[in-house]
Every structure is written in structure tokens, then in C-alpha cells.
């Protein structure tokens, strides 16, 4: 089952204009991941923020964490045409296991 | 380095018949995950190995999926008489160790589709 929701389900923008991603989730987590995906195949790790952060950047990435809300952002700046991919959530909770619960997604598509 | 690899990249098979889906984790890593997509959906856990023994196999829908890693490096999920709805695309990711804050690393996956 998925552990909660992204929105927007889809987002078109400008290469230039900034993008911005939410992702809600339902349970206690040790942290919450970001991952790209490109033509429904593999993922690709973005950044990771974890429960007692409450922001965090890499590159042109920033990702804001919530706990109290349990929600989290992903805004990615200057966008770019190769940008344009699926963008997830996933929440790993505590203990040892790793699992990773993913979000349902955001599409986004930078037009040139 | 070598990533993340799974085998066949694609696989259409009938409804009924039985699959094998491979993956090669990154050497040294002792932790190795699967999960399925569905079109449109995100990833859903499957099961994970650490090492040789699946640690946590919760995510398997049913007792026609199954998982093997017998020398703690490649893993094969099993599905037998496949249904329709298990059309998917199958991925692996494996990381250092299990663990919460471990990067998992995925493959390019698996696109099931049964007929």
C-alpha cells in the first residue's frame, strides 16, 4: 500500500521556472527520500532528508521536511528541459529493514 | 562501477505460466530489495533480503510470489501461474547494508506483461 500522496499528480512549467513537488505521508518516519524516475524504469536517488532536519539542499535541489504536518517539498530550481521526469517520495521508518514506502508520484514536464 | 542489473529487461509471457526475474545487485552489497510498479503508481515493497534470508516478506501479495537469494548475492523472484494483474514493472535495488538511512541503488527493472 503507499504511504500517502504527492501533488500535484502532474506539473508543466518553463525551463527556467522553478518546480515545486509536496508529498504527504501517514506514519512515523526516520527519514524521507527523494528519488527521479526516467520512462517508468529505474530510480535514481535524489537527496535524503531525515526526522529531525527540517531543510535541506543539493545543488539545485531543496527539499523542506515537516513532521508535524508530515509533509514534505521538493522544489528544484532553473529548471531545465532535462528535468522532465517522474519525481517520488519515499518514507523509510526506523529499525533496520530499509523498506521504503513511495508516494504515487509527481510528472513533470520543463518545456524548452 | 557495475550497477544495479536485472534480467530479462522484458518479459511477455501467457497467463498461467510460470516466471523467473533476475538481479545482480552492486558487489559487496548485503541488502537487496524488490518492489513492483504498476503504470501511473509508485514502487510497492515486495520483499527484502539481508544476506541469504528474507528478513521481511510482507509485501509479497500472494503465495504464487516467492524470492530466493541462495549465496547472498543474486536474487531471483519466482511467480507462478501469472495472472494478468501482475503485469508490472519488477524492480531490484540493493544497498550497503539494511538499514533506514542506507541509499538503495535500483536497476533498470523488469516490465512484466502477462497475457
Known amino acids: 500500500s503507499q504511504q500517502g500522496e504527492e501533488d500535484p499528480q502532474a506539473l508543466s512549467i518553463q525551463e527556467g521556472e522553478n518546480a515545486t513537488m509536496n508529498c504527504s505521508y501517514k506514519?512515523?518516519?526516520?527519514?524521507l527520500q527523494w528519488y527521479r524516475q526516467n520512462s517508468g524504469r529505474g530510480l535514481v536517488h535524489l537527496i535524503l532528508i531525515r526526522s529531525n532536519e527540517r531543510e535541506k539542499h543539493s545543488g539545485r535541489l531543496r527539499v523542506t521536511l515537516d513532521t508535524s504536518k508530515k509533509s514534505s517539498s521538493l522544489l528544484i530550481t532553473a529548471s531545465r528541459a532535462a528535468d522532465t521526469a517522474s519525481y517520488f517520495c519515499a518514507t523509510a521508518s526506523s529499525g533496520n529493514t530499509g523498506k521504503l514506502i513511495f508516494g504515487q508520484g509527481t510528472t513533470l514536464q520543463v518545456k524548452p | 562501477g557495475a550497477g544495479v542489473s536485472q534480467t530479462p529487461s522484458n518479459k511477455v509471457t501467457e497467463k498461467g505460466k510460470y516466471v523467473e526475474l533476475r538481479c545482480d545487485p552492486i558487489s559487496g552489497h548485503t541488502a537487496l530489495y524488490w518492489y513492483r510498479q504498476s503504470l501511473g503508481q509508485g514502487p510497492e515493497f515486495l520483499i527484502y533480503?539481508?544476506?541469504?534470508?528474507?528478513?521481511?516478506d510482507s509485501g509479497l501479495p500472494n503465495d504464487r510470489f516467492f524470492a530466493v537469494r541462495p549465496e547472498g548475492s543474486v536474487s531471483t523472484l519466482k511467480i507462478q501461474r501469472t495472472e494478468r494483474g501482475d503485469s508490472a514493472v519488477y524492480l531490484c535495488?540493493?544497498?550497503?547494508?539494511?538499514?533506514?538511512?542506507?541509499?538503495?541503488?535500483f536497476g533498470p527493472g523488469t516490465r512484466l506483461t502477462v497475457l
Open positions: 506514519t512515523s518516519i526516520n527519514n
Open positions: 535495488a540493493s544497498s550497503l547494508i539494511a538499514g533506514a538511512g542506507n541509499e538503495q541503488f
Open positions: 533480503f539481508q544476506g541469504t534470508g528474507a528478513a521481511d
